[in-house]
């Protein structure tokens, strides 16, 4: 669903600077381009109700300055949308078909199945925010 293109001789992706990479797509959270890996292990990172224990993961809350769940919310909205408008339109569909194993129609029952785990991911990840904060709210009001 990313854009890619080519970046300046020597720029490196943030998340693994130590090797070049070709391809490289902007990336709305970190604010700069990341490579295409990173781009991908990114929603592999947060395609998991327990947070898994993961260097890229602890960088990435770092950088950000936003918890599992919130990264969670921000990184698998846009792939909601992204599917919901494959799921909606066989055009686009046809166009973002990237599973050369899968005709067309298997491909859209596969993401349709994604879809509904991962709405109900973000789901979970959203009320888990909300009771964070209602807990956050107590705690303040107790002190003096
Ligand atoms: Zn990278």
Known sequence: MSEYF???????CPLCPTHDDDD??????L???????????????????????DSALDQLEAVTGLSYEE????VLMPEI???????KSRDYAAKHHNSPQLDLDEW?????QELARTRRMVAIAKARIRVRKKAEQRSEKEIP
């Open 6 to 12: 080519t970046m300046p001789e020597g720029y490196r």
């Open 24 to 29: 490289f797509c902007w990336h709305h959270l």
């Open 31 to 53: 604010s700069t381009p990341i490579c295409r890996a990173c781009s991908h292990e990114i929603i592999n990172l947060v395609y998991d109700e327990k947070r898994i224990d």
């Open 71 to 74: 990264l969670q919310v921000a």
């Open 81 to 87: 949308r992204h599917k919901e408008k494959i799921l």
């Open 108 to 112: 859209l029952e596969k993401e349709r």
